[in-house]
């Protein structure tokens, strides 16, 4: 009798993203002959590195032909984008590229859920996370028109930003002072506070002030005139201070914060900071920003750990963007998977799961997000599975 | 032959790295004499060893020229040295340019403006865009971008500000086309810059065995110090910046310990921006009020204490007390 082929998953995810590929194409990104790519698989997100193409007919044929899981390119230009070591690459520029995780933003749902899942509340924050380094920092700080900023779905935990018209000769040290900068590192008190000898006072950063200095001020301006000290990690003792003094929001809003007497400015500064940190910051994974030889993944292509599209989003819309249903490619066809364990997700607006050793029929997008997280297999491939783990 | 003024001159040679210079070296033909080749020569082993830096105020056509020629010959010279020598010239270059620009000069934001416009840097006032600002960004606490007074793309500096951020731009300038090639170096000047780098090497190991030396004298001498203090005499070599509570304290504490004011400055010749004038007017001053180096809390509260060192030593109160107890402790164990 002849034995029974049975499809593996790997197969099974490889074929349906050929078809995607061999009916769609895909936008390189911009001045694709100067850029690395890296390549991944069923195993790994990067298996193989330093290719280039010339133009973007070389990489849909590649695409079409070797169907990668994982297609992820160099935020940097290069003369030789395909030559080993990297020093004989010659780079020559690169993208300004912040990369927000929402697995990375400490969200109490991320401790239930664990990081390789995400639910709509961190891929909220993750999305605010985006917005506020559009728009506080790239924006408002920087001046970077928002036209020079462009914005895509990482395909499966959080967003990418990508600024390629500034900044572009930067080096890794100013690359990374970015980073500090979007995620309020290295915010010290002896960097913000100037003493004056003289008139034995010191001085603090004012309202009117930009960037961090004038930030951390509003900050706290906000916080005592609303009476919220405490809400910010402040004892009661310390809040009742700064309430007790009628004129206290604005003689700090001048710059003298030593009119409400803290026995630590020190640490009271360092606390105020780590409040303004969770509230205000970037969340920016910093190697994406600082790493100029980093590979990221492509947008507008599929990722292999969701089946998702890495969608590019038109910036004047991402506060709308919906990941759960827009970055969907796959059918509603019904496929028979057999799940160990999931949790709940919600996909083009249904709610699926939790599930737990249980076979069912989900809709193609959805079994192929499963079987890509790895959490389940084909239906037919059940039993196998179990005789492993026996 | 284009022709320049002396005012120009004297830029180009006080500001040698600057387009003006580059422009008056290639369209007139200096000679490079012996005079020149060896005055490149001392200029380097100043650069490598010395912590005086000579301020070019006034002079005629002939020295200026001596200095400007003996500009692109040092960096004919220091190329045949490695990293670490070559970033010792490229920061003695940078503080001799700043030290140019500040000397005795109350209008130095007027010649760091020009040195700026010169370098290609624009600005408004003080204000550069953050990305002017970034790609010469001070590689100092102070010149982090965190701290920077930034609004609607611009970087609002302070005049000191404004000053690190150039003072970074003509490190970079400085730092750019180094180490220049053996083949692109002019074959009639080459013998003889061979024999001065064979020269400088000798020099360098000559001075290393003497630093060893001391070294071992001045552990000798002194004897335990302080982790605190040892931590901030690291940074200083090292070129740290260091704030000023930190100079502060490590320049009090040596001079309880009975180190000469010379030696005291000289701990901070590495640091950036360092200024021997200002250095010895505040080293002097520490000694002649007779300052104590601050006390272990306050250097907690500073961030300098060393944690091992306060948990070994829970009853120490004072940096200055760490030698002593240090031997008396010693003291004791041999009485038992």
């Given at each position: 009798m002849d034995q029974e082929v049975k499809i593996t998953e790997e197969a099974f995810i490889t074929e349906r993203f050929r078809k995607y590929y061999s009916s769609h194409w895909t936008k390189?990104?911009?001045?694709?002959?100067?850029?690395?790519?890296g390549f991944g698989g069923w195993e790994k997100k990067i298996e193989s590195r330093h290719y280039s193409f010339a133009n973007e007919k070389e990489l849909n044929a590649f695409l079409a032909r070797n169907t990668p899981?994982?297609?992820?390119?160099?935020?940097?230009?290069?003369?030789?984008?395909?030559?080993?070591?990297?020093?004989?690459?010659?780079?020559?520029?690169?993208?300004?590229?912040?990369?927000?995780?929402?697995?990375?933003?400490?969200?109490?749902?991320?401790?239930?859920?664990?990081?390789?899942?995400?639910?709509?509340?961190?891929?909220?924050?993750?999305?605010?996370?985006?917005?506020?380094?559009?728009?506080?920092?790239?924006?408002?700080?920087?001046?970077?028109?928002?036209?020079?900023?462009?914005?895509?779905?990482?395909?499966?935990?959080?967003?990418?930003?990508?600024?390629?018209?500034?900044?572009?000769?930067?080096?890794?040290?100013?690359?990374?002072?970015?980073?500090?900068?979007?995620?309020?590192n290295g915010l010290d008190y002896d960097l913000f506070f100037v003493q004056d000898p003289m008139r034995k006072r010191t001085f603090g950063p004012k309202i009117t002030d930009g960037g961090w200095k004038g930030r951390i001020t509003q900050f706290l301006v906000k916080h005592i005139k609303e009476r919220t000290l405490e809400n910010i990690g402040f004892t009661k003792k310390i809040a009742q201070k700064f309430y007790l003094r009628f004129d206290a929001a604005e003689q700090i809003a001048a710059g003298n914060w030593e009119a409400v007497y803290v026995s630590d400015r020190r640490k009271f500064f360092s606390q105020l900071v780590d409040a303004i940190k969770k509230e205000q910051s970037g969340f920016v994974d910093e190697g994406v920003t600082f790493d100029t030889s980093k590979l990221i993944r492509m947008p507008d292509s599929l990722h292999g750990e969701t089946g998702l599209l890495a969608q590019r989003i038109d910036i004047k819309r991402l506060d709308k963007y919906d990941w759960?249903?827009?970055?969907?490619?796959?059918?509603?066809?019904?496929?028979?998977?057999?799940?160990?364990?999931?949790?709940?997700?919600?996909?083009?607006?249904?709610?699926?799961?939790?599930?737990?050793?249980?076979?069912?029929?989900?809709?193609?997008?959805?079994?192929?997000?499963?079987?890509?997280?790895?959490?389940?297999?084909?239906?037919?491939?059940?039993?196998?599975?179990?005789?492993?783990?026996? | 032959m284009e022709k320049f003024s002396l005012e120009e001159l004297k830029f180009a040679a006080r500001f040698p790295f600057t387009k003006t210079a580059k422009k008056i070296l290639s369209s007139t033909s200096f000679q490079v004499t012996y005079e020149k080749m060896q005055f490149a020569k001392k200029r380097v082993l100043e650069d490598l060893f010395s912590s005086n830096v000579s301020v070019l105020i006034t002079g005629d056509q002939q020295l200026y020229e001596k200095y400007l020629v003996s500009y692109p010959l040092s960096r004919m010279i220091i190329s045949f040295f490695d990293s670490q020598v070559r970033?010792?010239?490229?920061?003695?270059?940078?503080?001799?340019?700043?030290?140019?620009?500040?000397?005795?000069?109350?209008?130095?934001?007027?010649?760091?403006?020009?040195?700026?416009?010169?370098?290609?840097?624009?600005?408004?006032?003080?204000?550069?865009?953050?990305?002017?600002?970034?790609?010469?960004?001070?590689?100092?606490?102070?010149?982090r971008l965190g701290v920077q007074n930034?609004?609607?793309?611009?970087?609002?500096?302070?005049?000191?500000?404004?000053?690190?951020?150039?003072?970074?731009?003509?490190?970079?300038?400085?730092?750019?086309?180094?180490?220049i090639h053996q083949d692109s170096i002019p074959k009639d000047v080459l013998p003889e810059i061979q024999n001065i780098v064979k020269e400088i090497e000798t020099e360098i190991n000559l001075r290393k065995e003497q630093k060893e030396k001391s070294?071992?004298?001045?552990?000798?001498?002194?004897?335990?110090?302080?982790?605190?203090?040892?931590?901030?005499?690291?940074?200083?070599?090292?070129?740290?910046?260091?704030?000023?509570?930190?100079?502060?304290?490590?320049?009090?504490?040596?001079?309880?310990?009975?180190?000469?004011?010379?030696?005291?400055?000289?701990?901070?010749?590495?640091?950036?921006?360092?200024?021997?004038?200002?250095?010895?007017?505040?080293?002097?001053?520490?000694?002649?009020?007779?300052?104590?180096?601050?006390?272990?809390?306050?250097?907690?509260?500073?961030?300098?204490?060393?944690?091992?060192?306060?948990?070994?030593?829970?009853?120490?109160?004072?940096?200055?007390?760490?030698?002593?107890?240090?031997?008396?402790?010693?003291?004791?164990?041999?009485?038992?």
């Open positions: 390189g990104p911009s001045q694709i002959h100067t850029r690395e790519f899981l994982f297609i992820s390119y160099s935020e940097a230009h290069y003369n030789y984008p395909a030559a080993r070591p990297i020093e004989k690459k010659e780079w020559i520029s690169g993208d300004l590229v912040f990369d927000i995780d929402a697995n990375e933003l400490g969200m109490p749902c991320t401790e239930k859920h664990g990081k390789n899942w995400v639910c709509e509340k961190c891929m909220d924050r993750a999305k605010e996370c985006a917005l506020r380094v559009i728009d506080d920092f790239l924006v408002n700080d920087f001046g970077v028109p928002k036209e020079e900023i462009e914005v895509n779905f990482s395909g499966n935990r959080g967003y990418h930003i990508h600024v390629k018209t500034r900044f572009t000769s930067l080096k890794t040290y100013a690359r990374k002072e970015i980073a500090d900068y979007v995620n309020a759960t249903k827009e970055p969907i490619v796959f059918s509603e066809s019904p496929v028979k998977i057999y799940v160990k364990k999931a949790n709940s997700f919600l996909l083009n607006g249904t709610s699926f799961g939790p599930y737990e050793d249980k076979t069912i029929e989900l809709p193609e997008y959805a079994a192929i997000y499963l079987l890509c997280k790895k959490v389940a297999v084909l239906a037919e491939n059940k039993d196998s599975l179990l005789e492993t783990k026996e | 970033s010792k010239f490229v920061f003695a270059e940078t503080k001799k340019a700043i030290v140019n620009i500040t000397a005795d000069n109350p209008n130095f934001i007027d010649e760091a403006k020009r040195i700026a416009s010169d370098l290609g840097i624009v600005y408004d006032g003080l204000n550069v865009s953050v990305e002017t600002y970034l790609e010469n960004i001070p590689k100092t606490p102070e010149g930034i609004k609607n793309g611009k970087v609002l500096l302070n005049e000191n500000g404004f000053l690190s951020m150039v003072g970074e731009a003509i490190k970079n300038n400085i730092e750019a086309g180094l180490p070294a071992i004298y001045f552990a000798k001498t002194t004897g335990e110090i302080a982790p605190c203090m040892a931590k901030i005499l690291e940074r200083a070599r090292n070129g740290e910046n260091l704030s000023h509570f930190a100079r502060v304290a490590i320049a009090s504490y040596l001079l309880k310990r009975g180190k000469p004011i010379e030696d005291v400055i000289e701990v901070f010749s590495a640091t950036p921006n360092y200024n021997e004038k200002i250095a010895r007017y505040q080293v002097e001053f520490i000694a002649k009020k007779g300052y104590n180096p601050p006390s272990c809390q306050a250097m907690e509260s500073y961030g300098l204490c060393i944690q091992e060192c306060r948990l070994a030593n829970p009853k120490l109160k004072n940096p200055l007390g760490y030698g002593s107890s240090f031997v008396a402790k010693k003291r004791r164990s041999r009485r038992i």
